[in-house]
T-cell receptor
C-alpha cells in the first residue's frame, strides 16, 4: 500500500530563494507532522496538524517558515528567503489518530541552500 | 521543555543482545517511542510505552520507568541488518509534539 510520500526528494536553492516542500500522507490519516533533521541529529519538531487545523507550530524556527494543510490531506511546508542554516532533511510523518502514537515517516526532502 | 540523553554510539556482535538506554527530563509526559533509522532513510516505528514496564515485540523489547525518567530498548539475536540509528522520543504535554534524542548509532559486527 502507499506510504507517506514527499516531493521533491532533493532540492538545491540559492540563498534568498523561496521553496515549497510537499507531503502526501497516508490516506485517512488525521495527524500530520513536519520535522527538520540535521546531519547526525534526531528529528526536530516543526509543526503538527490535526486534519486541516494547525494545532502546534511552536517548532517553526522563524516567520520565514510556513505550513498549511488546507483540505486536511496534502500539506506544504514553505520556506521564504532561504538561508544556509535551513539546509537539512525535512521529514513529514502521519498517524491515524489524533496526537500521533505510531507515526509513519516519508522519505524526506533534502534541502541544500547554497 | 524536554531533554533526552542517549549514548552516541554502540557496537555489538551478531547474535548477541544489546541494551540502548535513554534518559529524559520532561515538563509533561504522554509516552515514549523508539524508532529505527537506517542511514539515508526515514525513521520507522519500533515501540511505544506509556505505562511502566516491559513491552515485548519479537526480538525487540522496550522498558519504561516514569519515576526514573528512564527507558531502554533491548535487541536480542542481533543481525547485521540491525545496524542503524535508534531514536528515543518523548511525547510531551501537547499531544502532537514529540521531542527526539540525537540517536544511538548501533554497529553490529560479525
Amino acid at each position: 500500500g502507499a506510504g507517506v510520500s514527499q516531493s521533491p526528494r532533493y532540492k538545491v536553492a540559492k540563498r534568498g530563494q523561496d521553496v515549497a516542500l510537499r507531503c502526501d500522507p497516508i490516506s485517512g490519516h488525521v495527524s500530520l507532522f513536519w520535522y527538520q533533521q540535521a546531519l547526525g541529529q534526531g528529528p526536530e519538531f516543526l509543526t503538527y496538524f490535526q486534519n486541516e487545523a494547525q494545532l502546534d507550530k511552536s517548532g517553526l524556527p522563524s516567520d520565514r517558515f510556513f505550513a498549511e494543510r488546507p483540505e486536511g490531506s496534502v500539506s506544504t511546508l514553505k520556506i521564504q528567503r532561504t538561508q544556509q542554516e535551513d539546509s537539512a532533511v525535512y521529514l513529514c510523518a502521519s498517524s491515524l489518530g489524533g496526537g500521533g502514537k505510531e507515526q509513519f515517516f516519508g522519505p524526506g526532502t533534502r534541502l541544500t541552500v547554497l | 521543555g524536554q531533554n533526552i540523553d542517549q549514548p552516541t554510539e554502540m557496537t555489538a556482535t551478531e547474535g548477541a543482545i544489546v541494551q540502548i538506554n535513554c534518559t529524559y527530563q520532561t515538563s509533561g509526559f504522554n509516552g515514549l517511542f523508539w524508532y529505527q533509522q537506517h542511514a539515508g532513510e526515514a525513521p520507522t516505528f519500533l515501540s511505544y510505552n506509556v505505562l511502566d514496564g516491559l513491552e515485548e515485540k519479537g526480538r525487540f523489547s522496550s522498558f519504561l520507568s516514569r519515576s526514573k525518567g528512564y527507558s531502554y530498548l533491548l535487541l536480542k539475536e542481533l543481525q547485521m541488518k540491525d545496524s542503524a540509528s535508534y531514536l528515543c522520543a518523548v511525547r510531551g504535554p501537547n499531544a502532537g509534539k514529540s521531542t527526539f534524542g540525537d540517536g544511538t548509532t548501533l554497529t553490529v559486527k560479525p
